[in-house]
T-cell receptor
Framework: DADVTQTPRNRITKTGKRIMLECSQT?????MYWYRQDPGLGLRLIYY???????NKGEISDGYSVSRQAQAKFSLSLESAIPNQTALYFC?????????????FGEGSWLTVV | AQSVTQLGSHVSVSEGALVLLRCNYS??????LFWYVQYPNQGLQLLLK??????LVKGINGFEAEFKKSETSFHLTKPSAHMSDAAEYFC???????????FGQGTRLTINP
């Protein structure tokens, strides 16, 4: 089983709908992240959380919200989806006690907004 | 602030040829540097990382990268390309105490038979 699991892996939704992407991890890491990948833009950070009570905005948080339900769970919500939120979304974890802030990624969730 | 620039969004080499993917970084503090690889329809996998130990870092699948402070570079190389190396490669920078990883735009590597 994957250490970082994302659900759903693929989703098509309509403009204006609310959509939630869920992430769970078995690595025991405190830090969790949501990234968005678009062609030619690399990965951009949406939100990150260093523990259950800590939520921080990344560089592109507008239109998104997150919830850290437990150490192992971090969900991303699009309250009212729009077409330019069509992208590949990655959840990730890291352990600051390990060397170099290495980040471990889930397999991604493809979201299409029509 | 930290940033990464990957030179070339698309690199194409022949099978057996040298692979060179370029990465330059900007950081006001000693950096940690990473290369990640993304195979089609998969997540990102760590290839190698530099965290202030040896400047020549060896990673998985025969890749290596050299940290050159004077050039602010961390280029990724492999002596002989295989078809299975076709993927997208991302360079990233962080630092001790940093809260997040900053990624470059990515380089898509194509291997020609």
């Amino acid at each position: 089983d994957a250490d970082v699991t994302q659900t759903p892996r693929n989703r098509i939704t309509k403009t204006g709908k609310r959509i939630m992407l869920e992430c769970s991890q078995t690595k025991g890491h405190d830090r969790m992240y949501w990234y968005r990948q678009d062609p030619g833009l690399g990965l951009r950070l949406i939100y990150y959380s260093f523990d259950v009570k800590d939520i921080n905005k990344g560089e592109i948080s507008d239109g998104y919200s997150v919830s850290r339900q437990a150490q192992a769970k971090f969900s991303l919500s699009l309250e009212s989806a729009i077409p330019n939120q069509t992208a590949l979304y990655f959840c990730a974890t890291s352990d600051p006690g390990g060397s170099g802030n290495t980040i471990y990624f889930g397999e991604g969730s493809w979201l299409t907004v029509v | 602030a930290q940033s990464v620039t990957q030179l070339g969004s698309h690199v194409s080499v022949s099978e057996g040829a040298l692979v060179l993917l370029r990465c330059n970084y900007s950081s006001s503090v000693p950096p940690y540097l990473f290369w990640y690889v993304q195979y089609p329809n998969q997540g990102l996998q760590l290839l190698l990382k530099y965290t202030s130990a040896a400047t020549l870092v060896k990673g998985i699948n025969g890749f290596e990268a050299e940290f050159k402070k004077s050039e602010t570079s961390f280029h990724l190389t492999k002596p002989s390309a295989h078809m299975s190396d076709a993927a997208e490669y991302f360079c990233a920078v962080s630092s001790q105490g940093a809260q997040k990883l900053v990624f470059g735009q990515g380089t898509r590597l194509t291997i020609n038979p």
